[in-house]
C-alpha cells in the first residue's frame, strides 16, 4: 500500500462522508422546515414523534419506502423511472465541490509500516481550479430532470409544469451567471478555495490611489458586491424553485406539477433534490459572498493556529480546522433558515410577473452590476498607477 | 476527474438502491383501470397530452441560448482583466469589451421593444 492508494481511499471515504451526511441532512432539514413554518404561523408543528418531533425523520424516511412501486399506464416507463435518479446527481456533484474548511496539513508519518510523505488534506470532495464554472453548469443540468419527469409523465398537468419549471430556471440562469461576473472581476480566480482564502483578510480596498484598510471589518464578497449578492441569492431561489419562485407546484393550477405522477420512494428522491438545490445555494452564498469558512477577526486560520499553538501543540491544526469548519456550518445554516424564513414570509408569483422579474429586471441589473464593477476596477487602477498605459 | 465520477457513481447508485427496496420490499396491489390512469383530477384523461407546445417556451429557450453564450464570453474576460490592466491595456480591453457589451444590451432592448418576452 503506498502514497497513491491512501490517497484514493481517502479521497473515496471523503465523497462518500459528504454525500451520505448531505443524503441525511435532508429529513432533518424537512422537519427543520416544518417546525420553523408552524412555529411562525403560531402552530407547533410534528412534535409528537420522539423528543421534540425529531423521531419524524426516521418516520418520513421509512413511509415512502413501504410505498407501493407505481407507474401509471399513461407513462414512458425507462424515462419516468430515471428521472428522480437525475434529479439528486447535480446537486450533490456541485456540494462535492464546496470547501468546508481550511485544508489540514499532515506532516510525514508511518502507518503499517509504510512511511508515508506530507500529506495535505482538503475538506472538500475534489478541488477544482475552475469550480465557480463548474457549479453554474453541473447545476443547470437538473433542468433536464425536471423535463423528462414531465415529460414521461404522460399527463397534461404534469407536461405544464415540466415546461414552467424548465423556462423559469434557464430564465434565471442568465442572472445567476451574469452576476458571478462581478464577483470573478473582484477576486479575480474561479477557484472555491482560493475566494475563501481573499475573503479571510480584513476589508481592503483602493481609494483613489490609496490603499484602505478597514480592521474590524471582514474583506468578504458581500461588501465588494452587495448588487451581485443579491441579485445571486433571487437567482437562487428561482433555481431551486423555491417560494416565491415554486410556480412548477402551483397546486391551484397545475394539480402539483411535474411530480404529479409520482410517489412513494420516487418523490421523496425529487424532494432530496430540491432540499440539496438549496443546501448547495446556501454554501454558494456563504463561500461567494460571506467569507466561506472564515470570519476575520477572530476565526481566521492564522489567529486560530497561533491560540491553540500556544495551548495544544501538535493538534493545533486539526484544531484550527475543527473550529473553522463549525464556523462555516453556522454560517450555512443561518442561511438555510432564511430560505425557510422567506417561504413562510412571501406570497407566490403569477407566472408572467415571475418571467418579468428575471428578463427585465434582474437582468438588466446584472449586467449593471458587471460593468459598474470593471469601470471601478479600472479607475482605482488608473489612480492607483497615476496612467492609463504602462 | 476520478473523485468526480465516484460521486456521480455514489448518487447514482444511492437512488437505484432506494426505489430498488421499494419495488422489492413495498406490497403490490393489482392496478385496475382507474388507478393506471394519468391523475388529472378526475377528468378523465382524454385525449393524452398534446406534443404541441406554446411557442413562447421556444422563444424563451431560443433567447435564452443566445444570452447564454454571451455571458459565457464574459467570463474569460473578467478573468484576463486584471492581466491587462497590468500590463497598461486596462483602456483597450475596456473598449473592446464595451463594443461587446453594447450589442448584448442592444440585443437585451430589442428583445423587450418587440414583446418577444410578452407573456400573455
Redesign the interface.
Known amino acids: 500500500m503506498g502514497q497513491d492508494t491512501m490517497e484514493t481511499l481517502i479521497n473515496g471515504t471523503k465523497i462518500l462522508v459528504i454525500f451520505l451526511s448531505m443524503g441525511s441532512l435532508v429529513p432533518f432539514l424537512v422537519w427543520a422546515e416544518r417546525r420553523t413554518l408552524a412555529l411562525m404561523q403560531s402552530r407547533l408543528g410534528p412534535n409528537r414523534t420522539g423528543p421534540l418531533g425529531l423521531l419524524q425523520i426516521l418516520a418520513d424516511l421509512v413511509k415512502p419506502l413501504m410505498k407501493e412501486d407505481f407507474a401509471g399506464q399513461a407513462t414512458h416507463k425507462g424515462l419516468f423511472y430515471l428521472a428522480p435518479l437525475l434529479a439528486i446527481i447535480p446537486p450533490a456533484l456541485v456540494f462535492g465541490a464546496i470547501p468546508f474548511s481550511h485544508p489540514l496539513i499532515l506532516p510525514s508519518f508511518e502507518f503499517l509500516g509504510y512511511a508515508f510523505g506530507p500529506y495535505t488534506f482538503y475538506f472538500q470532495g475534489f478541488n477544482l481550479n475552475v469550480g465557480v464554472v463548474f457549479a453554474l453548469g453541473v447545476s443547470s443540468l437538473s433542468a433536464y430532470a425536471l423535463l423528462i419527469a414531465g415529460w414521461s409523465s404522460g399527463n397534461k398537468y404534469s407536461l405544464l409544469g415540466a415546461l414552467r419549471a424548465a423556462a423559469q430556471t434557464i430564465s434565471y440562469e442568465l442572472a445567476l451567471s451574469l452576476a458571478l461576473v462581478g464577483l470573478i472581476l473582484v477576486f479575480n480566480t474561479l477557484d472555491f478555495l482560493e475566494m475563501v482564502k481573499i475573503q479571510s483578510g480584513p476589508l481592503t480596498f483602493s481609494f483613489f490611489g490609496s490603499e484602505k484598510t478597514i480592521p474590524f471589518l471582514p474583506g468578504w464578497g458581500i461588501f465588494y458586491q452587495p448588487v451581485g449578492a443579491f441579485l445571486l441569492f433571487i437567482s437562487f431561489l428561482a433555481e431551486s424553485n423555491r417560494v416565491p419562485f415554486d410556480l412548477p407546484e402551483a397546486e391551484g393550477e397545475l394539480v402539483a406539477g411535474y411530480h404529479t405522477e409520482y410517489g412513494g420512494i420516487k418523490l421523496i428522491l425529487f424532494y432530496i433534490g430540491e432540499y440539496a438545490h438549496i443546501m448547495v445555494a446556501s454554501a454558494l452564498m456563504v463561500t461567494f459572498y460571506f467569507g466561506g469558512y472564515t470570519f476575520y477577526p477572530f476565526l481566521t486560520e492564522d489567529s486560530l493556529n497561533g491560540l491553540f499553538q500556544a495551548r495544544m501543540g501538535e493538534w493545533a491544526g486539526l484544531l484550527t480546522s475543527l473550529a473553522l469548519f463549525i464556523t462555516f456550518l453556522v454560517k450555512f445554516f443561518l442561511f438555510l433558515f432564511v430560505f425557510m424564513w422567506i417561504r413562510a414570509t412571501l406570497p407566490r408569483f403569477r407566472y408572467d410577473q415571475l418571467m418579468d422579474l428575471g428578463w427585465k429586471t434582474l437582468l438588466p441589473w446584472a449586467f449593471g452590476n458587471a460593468v459598474v464593477t470593471a469601470v471601478v476596477i479600472f479607475i482605482f487602477d488608473f489612480f492607483k498607477r497615476g496612467s492609463f498605459f504602462g | 476527474m476520478?473523485?468526480?465520477l465516484?460521486?456521480?457513481f455514489?448518487?447514482?447508485g444511492?437512488?437505484?438502491f432506494?426505489?430498488g427496496?421499494?419495488?422489492k420490499?413495498?406490497?403490490?396491489?393489482r392496478?385496475t383501470d382507474i388507478?393506471?390512469?394519468?391523475?388529472?383530477?378526475g377528468l378523465a384523461?382524454d385525449p393524452?397530452?398534446?406534443r404541441h407546445?406554446p411557442v413562447k417556451?421556444y422563444r424563451?429557450?431560443i433567447l435564452?441560448i443566445i444570452?447564454?453564450i454571451e455571458?459565457?464570453f464574459?467570463?474569460p474576460f473578467?478573468?484576463a482583466?486584471?492581466d491587462f490592466?497590468a500590463?497598461?491595456q486596462?483602456?483597450y480591453i475596456?473598449l473592446v469589451?464595451g463594443v461587446f457589451?453594447a450589442f448584448?444590451?442592444l440585443g437585451?432592448w430589442w428583445?423587450?421593444a418587440s414583446k418577444a418576452?410578452k407573456?400573455?
Not at chain 2, 25 to 29: I, L, R
Not at chain 2, 35 to 41: D, L, N, Q, R, T
Open positions: 476520478a473523485p468526480i465516484f460521486l456521480f455514489i448518487a447514482a444511492f437512488a437505484a432506494l426505489i427496496i421499494s419495488i420490499f413495498a406490497p403490490k396491489d392496478p388507478k393506471a390512469s394519468s391523475y388529472e383530477c384523461p393524452p397530452p398534446s407546445i417556451f424563451t429557450a435564452f444570452f447564454d455571458i459565457i464574459m467570463y473578467a478573468l482583466y486584471r490592466l500590463q497598461g486596462g483602456l475596456l469589451m457589451l448584448f444590451l437585451l428583445e423587450i418576452l407573456w400573455t
